[in-house]
Structure formats: structure tokens, C-alpha cells
């Protein structure tokens, strides 16, 4: 079976450009996670989707940020405009919306370099 | 907000040691989560703990979740140098579906 798949695993941009990393999520999964991944603060829960609807965005850092999930196969984290401090590992995960199965499955992720 | 503590934050070990590692919170979880992570991938999920006082053996390694569901360890018997590698602790907040990390233990195993 497929696991999460992101892209690009590797971006490089420069700071002002529009960035965005895609994830699709293992099929039948109906939570989506997306994760920032930095050494000075560690995995931060950015945002979640269950069944496709935003449920809680509070970790997005800024206006800059923006996810989406138009179907149960696809999402997007979209900044614009980047900026150098937005460099990080960004990860994609999955999971069944289940109490009993709470487990999430991650991406390989995508490491982000704005200069 | 739910916080997870994790210590310590850095371990360097010769094979063959045993090793403990903490997660603390003062939060009460649904159920919690060992992740190992190494580098260029994302965490790979080790065990899940979901009942107060459970104990899990995956071989050499012993998770233990604490009777309040607050805390969590993990114990690593005779370590090699294949666990070197960043284990994380995750907890499911009670109630819903958000699932917090904390900030990782890095594990080095000498050979």
C-alpha cells in the first residue's frame, strides 16, 4: 500500500515567492494532518482536516499560510509570501478519525529552504 | 494549552546499555504514541498506549503509560546502534482528534 505522499520532498525559493506543498493522504483516511518540523521548536501541529473540513487551524503561524483540501485525496499548505524563517521540514499525515485507532501515518515530508 | 515534555532532551550511550526515556504532561490523554524518526524521513509509529497503568513490549523496548494517563516511558534493553534515532511522544487530546508532539528524545547508540 501506498503510504502519504508528498511534493516536492526538496523546494528551494526565494523569500517573496509563493510556495506550495501537496500531500495525498492514504486512501481512507479522513483525518489529515500538517506538521512543521523545525530543531529550535520541534514537530508543531500546524492545522487538521477531518472530512475534508478545516477542524482547527489555530498552529498556523500567520495570514501567510493557508491549507486546503478540496477532496479526500489531496491537500495543500500554500505560503505566500515566504519568508527565510518559514524554512523548516514540512510533514503530511494521515489517520482514521477513530478513538480507538488514533494512530497518524507521516509523509516523508518536504524540506523547505527560503533565501 | 496541552503540553508534552519529553527528557531527556539528548542521550549518548555505548551498545549494550539499557535506557529510559520520559514524557510528561499535566494533561490527561485519550491515548498516547512512541514515534521513532530518522533522518530525511518522517516518524514511523512504534505503539500506541490507550489504558492507564498498560504496559507494551516490542521487543527490546518496554512502553509504559501511567495510571492517570498523564505520562508515559520508554525503556530500551541492551540498545544498539540501530535505535540511534529521535523518538518522539504523541498524545491524543481526550474527546478529539488533535494529536500533539512533544519535542523528542535524540537517541545515539555507540558501537
Known amino acids: 500500500d501506498a503510504g502519504v505522499i508528498q511534493s516536492p520532498r526538496h523546494e528551494v525559493t526565494e523569500m517573496g515567492q509563493e510556495v506550495t506543498l501537496r500531500c495525498k493522504p492514504i486512501?481512507?483516511?479522513?483525518?489529515l494532518f500538517w506538521y512543521r518540523q523545525t530543531m529550535m521548536r520541534g514537530l508543531e501541529l500546524l492545522i487538521y482536516?477531518?472530512?475534508?473540513?478545516?477542524?482547527?487551524d489555530s498552529g498556523m503561524p500567520e495570514d501567510r499560510f493557508s491549507a486546503k483540501m478540496p477532496n479526500a485525496s489531496f491537500s495543500t499548505l500554500k505560503i505566500q509570501p515566504s519568508e527565510p524563517r518559514d524554512s523548516a521540514v514540512y510533514f503530511c499525515?494521515?489517520?482514521?478519525?477513530?478513538?480507538?485507532?488514533?494512530?497518524?501515518?507521516f509523509g516523508q515530508g518536504t524540506r523547505l529552504t527560503v533565501v | 494549552t496541552q503540553l508534552l515534555e519529553q527528557s531527556p532532551q539528548f542521550l549518548s550511550i555505548q551498545e549494550g546499555e539499557n535506557l529510559t526515556v520520559y514524557c510528561n504532561s499535566s494533561?490527561?490523554?485519550?491515548?498516547l504514541q512512541w514515534y521513532r524518526q530518522e533522518p530525511g524521513e518522517g516518524p514511523v509509529l512504534l505503539v500506541t498506549?490507550?489504558?492507564?497503568?498498560e504496559v507494551k513490549k516490542l521487543k527490546r523496548l518496554t512502553f509504559q503509560f501511567g495510571d492517570a494517563r498523564k505520562d508515559s516511558s520508554l525503556h530500551i534493553t541492551a540498545a544498539q546502534p540501530g535505535d540511534t534515532g529521535l523518538y518522539l511522544c504523541?498524545?491524543?487530546?481526550?474527546?478529539?482528534?488533535?494529536?500533539?508532539f512533544g519535542a523528542g528524545t535524540r537517541l545515539f547508540v555507540k558501537a
Open positions: 494533561s490527561v490523554f485519550s491515548s
Open positions: 486512501s481512507g483516511h479522513n483525518s
Open positions: 499525515a494521515s489517520s482514521f478519525a477513530d478513538r480507538r485507532v488514533p494512530e497518524a501515518f
Open positions: 498506549v490507550v489504558t492507564g497503568g
Open positions: 504523541a498524545g491524543r487530546n481526550t474527546g478529539g482528534f488533535k494529536t500533539i
Open positions: 482536516f477531518n472530512n475534508n473540513v478545516p477542524i482547527d
